[in-house]
Each structure stands twice: as C-alpha cells, then as structure tokens.
C-alpha cells in the first residue's frame, strides 16, 4: 500500500517557476515508477511527466518538454515535478500517481493516486 500526499501547488505569473512535491508512504517506494498527471476544469485527466523505479529513465509528453523535469528522491520517499517557463495552459490539478516498477502514460494503469495540488498560472 502507498499513500500519495502532494504539496507546492500555487498561484504565479506566467513565465515562473514553481516546485511540486508528492511525499509517499510505505517501505517500498523504491521499486514504484512514479508520475505527474494534471487535469484542468471541463478536461479529462492528463499524462505530464513519468521517472521508473531506479529513476534512470524518464518521459515527458510534448507539451510540458524542456520546460518540466521529473525527480525522485527514494532517501525522502519523494518525486518532485520542477515546472519553470509556465504558461497559462498549465493550469491545472496536478496528481502523482505510482505503479509498480515500469513507467506507464497512462492514467487507468496507475495504483495509487495523490489527492492533488491546484496549480494557477495568470497571464
């Protein structure tokens, strides 16, 4: 079992920087692939940023490239979704989600899901 708790969410202009943290519960956080998802309002859920369970290999969809970088920190229990060059298009409620071991896209292959953390990007 894995429980998902995220934090860093905000209001901030477009063009900053903010920092989202998801601290997870349980012994085995290790061998979990982990994954930010966001859904905005009116649309469906979907797939941002994802690292694997040694955290050597990562994968970005197209929109967030080069602006979002995804870390895990298996000391602290936590992955960080570092978001810089944001645009209004970004916001969002931002999820991280776990698996076992191997990275998915996909929102209906996770297992466990954080309550999520409201990012607002102004124009």
């Known amino acids: 079992q894995v429980q998902l708790v995220e934090s860093g969410g905000g209001l901030v202009q477009a063009g900053g920087s903010l920092r989202l943290s998801c601290a997870a519960s349980g012994r085995t956080f290790s061998t979990y692939a982990l994954a930010w998802f966001r859904q905005a309002p009116g649309k469906e859920r979907q797939f941002v940023a994802s690292?694997?369970?040694?955290?050597?290999?990562?994968y970005y969809e197209d929109y967030v490239k080069g602006r979002f970088t995804i870390s895990r920190d298996d000391a602290k229990n936590t992955v960080y979704l570092q978001m810089n060059s944001l645009k209004p298009e970004d916001t969002a409620v931002y999820y991280c989600?776990?698996?076992?071991?191997?990275?998915?896209?996909?929102?209906?292959?996770?297992?466990?899901w954080g309550q999520g953390t409201q990012v607002t990007v102004s124009s």
């Open positions: 989600a776990a698996r076992k071991y191997n990275m998915c896209s996909s929102s209906s292959s996770m297992d466990y």
């Open positions: 690292t694997n369970w040694r955290g050597d290999n990562t």
